[in-house]
């Protein structure tokens, strides 16, 4: 379901499992909307799922329930994704570039896989391996879609000494810090997409040195 939120140009992180009916967190690309999502699963084709108890205590209009059900693969719902008649990326690495038209011709769940897959294969291990993949991956999206705050950012970074890799990452923490206080403040003050712009101009590799011991690598 992640996965079809962020090829819909959604923002996602999913949640520590202590969010009681919350498994996603959302944020529109500008940051100006944001919402969670409770996600139901069903093995069986079926147009229902069953709630707890406590579900109709938990209403509010930035509070949404989504089914992904088994066998389902039209636009807008879950299914597997395919490759096929397009050109595959095989591998990713992050020191490197991707070619943006082969970026670019993956849905979210391929490119997902595919930084999943370097950081297992380079013994990476991080807190939460998905959340992490989700914003490499919406990183690499915005640097592929020539967002500028974006790719200046990049540039200094590496101009300053930064590798590719941990400059995705420095980058990558001013999103999820940017996502986290969007989604913590209900009152809908200030705009998310000018807070994680204005905060994207003041990154320095030597503030993201200062700060690693919290991100990792």
């Known amino acids: 379901m992640a996965a079809e939120l962020v090829a819909k140009g959604y923002i996602v992180s999913p949640t520590s499992r202590n969010a009681m009916g919350a498994d996603l967190l959302v944020t529109d690309e500008a940051c100006e909307r944001s919402f969670s999502v409770q996600v139901k699963t069903n093995a069986k084709r079926a147009t229902f799922w069953l709630v707890g108890p406590r579900a109709e205590d938990m209403k509010s209009p930035s509070h949404v329930r989504m089914a992904c059900i088994r066998g389902t693969a039209a636009p807008g719902r879950c299914g597997p994704s395919s490759s096929r008649g397009r050109r595959a990326m095989r ?6 570039s991707p070619r943006k038209p082969d970026w670019l011709a ?9 930084v999943e897959a370097y950081h297992r294969a380079h013994r990476i291990r991080m807190p939460n391996a998905r959340l992490h993949a989700v914003l490499h991956t919406i990183v690499e999206n915005q640097i592929a879609l020539e967002k500028p705050t974006v ?3 990049l540039v200094r970074l590496l101009d300053e000494g930064l590798d590719r890799h941990d400059a995705i990452h420095a980058i990558a923490s001013v999103l999820a810090g940017t996502i986290h206080g ?16 204005t905060r994207l101009r003041s990154l320095s590799a030597s503030t993201w040195r200062a700060g690693v011991g919290d991100h990792g690598r």
């Open 91 to 96: 591998a990713y690495d992050p020191d490197r």
């Open 106 to 114: 993956l849905d979210d769940q391929e490119r997902m896989h595919l």
């Open 151 to 153: 790719v200046e950012a």
């Open 182 to 197: 969007a989604l913590a403040d209900r009152s809908g003050g200030g705009d998310p997409g000018v807070t994680y712009a």
